[in-house]
């Protein structure tokens, strides 16, 4: 655990500072390890400084957080501040994902490894444009090729976990709620 000030340890402070000052100019986040190989100090020691920063944020109510995703730690817009810097960011554009490209990033998060022809076939309609779209904003990547078909294979990004929050694929919302009583057949092959 860390200290706080006067008790004596003046490097943890330094530290903090150190740890603040590093997550304020990434752009995607860095692991616990990376910071403890830079900042020469032990994993869990960048650990616990990451989740007092945390935590403290949170209490203070800050307009930022400091959150744990895709195998790393970055600041982020505190939820209730998002209307705000939406507002600001856009300017009035908005950037969002179409349906096509939404049912699209969901089959590639849920049956990934996936090729673009399974992709097209569990949605019924040719997902190229979508796939080079999706692929373009960085939230899905190409995974190889499909050893028997040749074909390519895409699986979903860190950027696509950032933006989603997540920290794993594993915390990613069970399906069967959402799904229809009767599937394809084609669908019920692939479970």
Same mark, same amino acid.
């Given at each position: 655990?860390?200290?706080?000030?006067?008790?004596?340890?003046?490097?943890?402070?330094?530290?903090?500072?150190?740890?603040?000052?590093?997550?304020?100019?990434?752009?995607?986040?860095?692991?616990?390890?990376?910071?403890?190989?830079?900042?020469?100090?032990?994993?869990?020691?960048?650990?616990?400084?990451?989740?007092?920063?945390?935590?403290?944020?949170?209490?203070?109510?800050?307009?930022?957080?400091?959150?744990?995703?895709?195998?790393?730690?970055?600041?982020?817009?505190?939820?209730?501040?998002?209307?705000?810097?939406?507002?600001?960011? /856009?300017?009035?554009?908005?950037? #969002? $994902?179409?349906?096509?490209? +939404? !049912?699209? *990033?969901?089959?590639? %998060?849920?049956?990934? @490894?996936?090729?673009?022809?399974?992709?097209?076939?569990?949605?019924?309609?040719?997902?190229?444009?979508?796939?080079?779209?999706?692929?373009?904003?960085?939230?899905?990547?190409?995974?190889?090729?499909?050893?028997?078909?040749?074909?390519?294979?895409?699986?979903? /990004?860190?950027?696509?976990?950032? #933006? $989603?929050?997540?920290?794993? +694929? !594993?915390? *990613?919302?069970?399906? %069967?709620?959402?799904? @229809?009583?009767?599937?394809?057949?084609?669908?019920?092959?692939?479970?």
């Amino acid at each position: 655990m860390t200290e706080g000030p006067g008790s004596g340890d003046a490097e943890l402070p330094g530290l903090r500072a150190s740890v603040e000052a590093i997550l304020l100019v990434v752009d995607e986040p860095v692991a616990e390890i990376t910071l403890a190989q830079l900042l020469e100090r032990p994993t869990h020691e960048i650990t616990a400084v990451l989740r007092e920063l945390s935590a403290e944020y949170t209490e203070q109510g800050r307009g930022f957080d400091l959150r744990e995703v895709a195998g790393g730690w970055r600041f982020y817009t505190r939820d209730v501040c998002a209307a705000v810097v939406e507002r600001f960011v /856009t300017d009035g554009q908005q950037a #969002r $994902l179409t349906q096509a490209a +939404l !049912e699209t *990033l969901a089959v590639v %998060a849920y049956r990934q @490894p996936v090729s673009r022809g399974r992709v097209s076939a569990i949605r019924g309609v040719n997902s190229d444009g979508v796939i080079r779209t999706l692929t373009l904003r960085g939230l899905i990547e190409d995974a190889g090729q499909d050893p028997e078909s040749q074909a390519h294979l895409y699986r979903t /990004t860190g950027y696509f976990l950032e #933006r $989603l929050g997540l920290r794993s +694929l !594993e915390e *990613l919302p069970e399906l %069967a709620p959402y799904l @229809p009583d009767e599937l394809p057949e084609e669908i019920i092959e692939d479970k």
